[in-house]
C-alpha cells in the first residue's frame, strides 16, 4: 500500500475539495507529473492618436504562429481609446524571448513602432491555468 505523509493528505484533500484535482486521484500511486511554470505577460500600449484600430491588426498578423505561445490576446481598452491591452501566456520565459527574434514579430515591431505613443505599465505574471489554456 502507498503511503501517504499528513502535509500530503492535507493537500489532496484541499485541492479535491476545490475541484483542483480529482477526487479518484486522491490515493492512488501515481505520482502527479512536475509541469514547468508558464510565463505570463500583461502589457498596456497607447496608440498615437487614432492609430489604435491599425496598431491591432499589425499586432495581429505578426503574432500568429509563435511556437510556446499558449495565448495572445490583445483587447481594446474600454474607457480609454487609444489603449491596447496584451495579454499572453508562454509555455516558458525563454519562448517569449526566442519569438522576439521571429522575422514575423520583427515586421511588426517595425511597422507598429510609429503607431505606439507609450508602452505603459507591464506585468509579469505565472498562470496557473484556466479555461481555454491547455497544459503544457
Same mark, same amino acid.
Given at each position: 500500500? +502507498?503511503?501517504?505523509? %499528513?502535509?500530503?493528505?492535507?493537500? !489532496?484533500?484541499?485541492?479535491?475539495?476545490? $475541484?483542483?484535482?480529482?477526487? =479518484?486521484?486522491?490515493?492512488?500511486?501515481?505520482?502527479?507529473?512536475? *509541469?514547468?511554470?508558464?510565463?505570463?505577460? =500583461? $502589457? !498596456?500600449?497607447?496608440?498615437?492618436?487614432?492609430? %489604435?484600430?491599425?496598431?491591432?491588426? =499589425?499586432?495581429?498578423? $505578426?503574432?500568429?504562429?509563435?511556437?510556446?505561445?499558449?495565448?495572445?490576446?490583445?483587447?481594446?481598452?474600454?474607457? /480609454?481609446?487609444?489603449?491596447?491591452? *496584451?495579454?499572453?501566456?508562454?509555455?516558458?520565459? /525563454?519562448?517569449? %524571448?526566442?519569438?522576439?527574434?521571429?522575422?514575423? *514579430?520583427?515586421?511588426?515591431?517595425?511597422?507598429?513602432?510609429?503607431?505606439?505613443?507609450?508602452?505603459?505599465?507591464?506585468?509579469?505574471? *505565472?498562470?496557473?491555468? $484556466? +479555461?481555454?489554456?491547455?497544459?503544457?
Amino acid at each position: 500500500m +502507498h503511503k501517504i505523509t %499528513r502535509k500530503d493528505f492535507i493537500f !489532496k484533500t484541499s485541492a479535491a475539495a476545490a $475541484g483542483i484535482i480529482a477526487p =479518484i486521484q486522491l490515493f492512488t500511486n501515481k505520482q502527479t507529473k512536475r *509541469v514547468p511554470n508558464m510565463y505570463g505577460l =500583461i $502589457g !498596456k500600449i497607447t496608440a498615437t492618436d487614432g492609430q %489604435r484600430d491599425n496598431l491591432i491588426n =499589425i499586432l495581429l498578423e $505578426g503574432t500568429r504562429d509563435m511556437p510556446g505561445c499558449l495565448s495572445y490576446i490583445i483587447s481594446k481598452d474600454s474607457k /480609454e481609446d487609444d489603449v491596447i491591452w *496584451v495579454t499572453e501566456v508562454w509555455k516558458d520565459q /525563454e519562448s517569449h %524571448r526566442a519569438s522576439l527574434s521571429l522575422p514575423a *514579430v520583427q515586421e511588426a515591431i517595425g511597422k507598429g513602432r510609429p503607431m505606439i505613443a507609450e508602452f505603459g505599465e507591464q506585468i509579469e505574471t *505565472v498562470p496557473a491555468g $484556466g +479555461h481555454g489554456l491547455a497544459s503544457t
